[in-house]
């Protein structure tokens, strides 16, 4: 990397940092909150914001670093920074927070496990890109795109519909028994399968949209997002709801390099106007009335009137449905785990991990395999609600720590860094970009990265499992001959493009245009 380049990256970070510092200091000035958590978000925002140093590209070796380290803020930092704009009231409705410490033990945890995550990318980076030859890409046909993309994304559709309307028809866990126990082993797994086949079958249209510049393809793709909104609505899953746009979004970022302006108005959109809709429906709807959701198929425009009137009431006052920023936040669950395992909470020694070793093992085969609902367990360990059927994210720091103390935390987020940074560097979407990179870097993102706050066993199976199956695609349908003449090499006498800037490109060359 050239010196200028990484000059100018650095006095970008230093102004960063000073620009928040500034912030958090006003904040902290004009809050009057008794002991806000500066100290830790300056160097929590000082570790996310360090990738600004490595990262050239949006959709470079260091791309999906730089995402970790958002969500890595997102999740431990936006609560307390929405604290100093709270200011003294904080001190009513969550007294635990003032803690006499500068850092708190859970602060310490975090801020090292981020470290051990950023070493841990940067050396696998390195490790991959030192003397790995160039090969020649291969991808599938346009054709073979557009053909298997529709049939996976209508597979996924029917059975992600099936599955939440018919057989589980709510998230309790006498529906999912009821539900299981209505079919057979076989055909829960077929469905099971069938699921997983829905965001496969959204990125390759969004793919096929973005790699082709098909003006046909645009409308397509719009109507498969809104659907999956529709979809997530009646099933009361806002990340069912999202998923087209997220899966969207990340496939122009990775194919062009740089921000999609439109799509990232409309996401913001959602998160502003949408999302509180979802909330409303979920407290109206299917708490206050208990409606079942095939009665909301049933009566959807009736049903939207009735949302859309308990708006105001469920996002407002004391008692209001969490914002989406509120929600992202597991400082909160990390703290508890931190502070009570160990003292009156015993530590899982891997309990929780263990589903991950049978991953490739169906229940077909193994009836008894065993089944750990870490959500649920965190719930009830920790004595959180009386409830048995509230799922509690741990997060994936706070479950390692639940499982083995400092060293899980600090060695497990080491791993995930290095997990991650082989996908980056491995799959780097700068050096080509094929459907096969593509699908491994955005499975990659979603279970990995943005699946960071759920539990580690769930996120990691569907990953493995993602990746098998990608793997099987990639032998049928991949062809030398098939990559887009728009990714064939700049120069004929190289393989392919390279990854890395010329010395006088621009720090983020078309990020937004």
Known sequence: MPRVAVNRRFSLYILLNAAFALVVGVACAAGGFANPRWLHLILLFALCSSIFIDIDRLNGPYALLGLFMLVYFVSYGVGDLGDLFRGSDLALVSPSRLT????????????????????????????????????????????????????????????????????VPDTTNEAFRKGIASISTF?????????????????????????????????????????????????????LAMLGGILVIMTCVLVDGRLPKGWLAAGAVFVILVFPIFQAYRTAIHGDRGLARTAVIQNLGKVLQLTLAAEDKVNSGRDRAQTFFERSSVKGSTEMIVEKTGNGVDFQQGHTLTPILATFVPKIIWSDKREVKTGQLFNKSFHITDSDDIFISPSHLGELYWNFGWAGAVLGMGFIGVVCGWVGARFNMAEYRTVTRILVTVVTIKQLIVGFEGAVAPSYVVWLRSLAAIGILHLIFARVSAVPRMFKPINSGSDVVSAKPPGGQRLFPNLLT
């Open 100 to 167: 006499g410490n500068v850092l708190s033990k859970t602060e310490m945890v975090i801020l090292l496990a981020g470290i051990m995550l950023v070493l841990g990318y940067r050396a696998a980076v390195s490790t991959v890109d030192a003397g790995r030859p160039v090969r020649n890409p291969r991808d599938w046909s346009k054709h073979t795109i557009l053909i298997v993309g529709p049939i996976l994304w209508a597979i996924g559709t029917y059975a992600t519909y099936m599955w939440h309307v018919y057989i």
């Open 187 to 239: 055909a829960a797994s077929v469905n099971i399968l069938g699921q997983m086949m829905q965001p496969l079958g959204i990125l390759l249209l969004a793919y096929a949209y973005r790699a082709y510049r098909s003006p046909l393809l645009l409308p397509v793709v719009i109507g498969v997002v809104v659907l999956q909104v529709l979809l997530g609505f009646v099933v009361d899953i806002k990340g």
